[in-house]
């Protein structure tokens, strides 16, 4: 059974930085697209938007509000998927969730429906 397990969340400053990170079993995080989404407060499951995704080339996509500011890697060694968040804003406060895809790769605007598998989230808080 493919598990994700995210952790890393917390409360910080606006300008200040976390790194998340997802924990993988059961799944080659090296031979799949994966991605962050994230959830804000208040919408429900299904309004999930996407962050950023990696392929199995280790290409990435990010979405425009978090170019320049957020890092998504892999460490394969590990099976460990990350997100370094840098400069987080307020807009930033929401549930964050890793995503893991049955597909290599994924072209243009992920969807949701991309990823099969799904941890519990884990919360940032950004205060200004």
């Known amino acids: 059974e493919v598990q994700l397990v995210e952790s890393g969340g917390g409360s910080v400053q606006a300008g200040g930085s976390l790194t998340l990170s997802c924990a993988v079993s059961s799944y080659n995080v090296s031979n799949h697209c994966m991605g962050w989404y994230r959830q804000f407060p208040g919408e429900r499951a299904w309004q999930r938007a996407w962050?950023?995704?990696?392929?199995?080339?280790?290409?990435?996509i990010y979405e425009d509000s978090v170019k320049g500011r957020f890092a998504i890697s892999k460490d394969s060694a590990k099976n460990t998927l990350d997100l370094r968040l840098n400069n987080l804003k307020p807009d930033d406060t929401a549930m964050y969730y890793c995503a893991a895809s049955v597909f290599k790769t994924i072209l243009g605007t992920p969807r949701p429906s991309n990823f099969q598998y799904w941890g519990q989230g884990t919360q940032v808080t950004v205060s200004s």
């Open positions: 962050v950023a995704i990696i392929n199995d080339d280790g290409s990435t």
